[in-house]
Nanobody, 114 residues
């Protein structure tokens, strides 16, 4: 069955950096786009970035464009989210998603605060 395990979150000061990882199993990883979402308290879950399955293509939501970089390692069934120049408004639980599969892992908490 599908499993997604997010890690790498933590507490960081504004302007700092974090790299999140999502280890995937239970499906053909290389054939699906892998996305990162986030959900802040009291807000809806929102798309952050996508690493498509072909051509190295990526997509970013406006608020993170230029600061976040999504990448994937198909040999290791892992997708990454490099987050730079973090802002307090980036504070949220971060989740990865495989294609349109309706499965969510436990997420990893990112808190940006001084």
């Amino acid at each position: 069955q599908v499993q997604l395990v997010e890690s790498g979150g933590g507490l960081v000061q504004p302007g700092g950096s974090l790299t999140l990882s999502c280890a995937a199993s239970g499906f053909d990883f290389s054939s699906l786009g892998m996305s990162w979402y986030r959900q802040a308290p009291g807000k809806e879950r929102e798309l952050v970035a996508i690493a498509f399955s072909y051509g190295g293509r990526t997509h970013y939501a406006g608020p993170v464009k230029g600061r976040f970089t999504v990448s994937r390692d198909n040999a290791k069934n892992t997708v990454f989210l490099q987050m730079n120049s973090l802002k307090p408004e980036d504070t949220a639980m971060y989740y990865c998603r495989a294609g349109n599969i309706d499965y969510w892992g436990q997420g990893t908490q990112v808190t940006v605060s001084s």
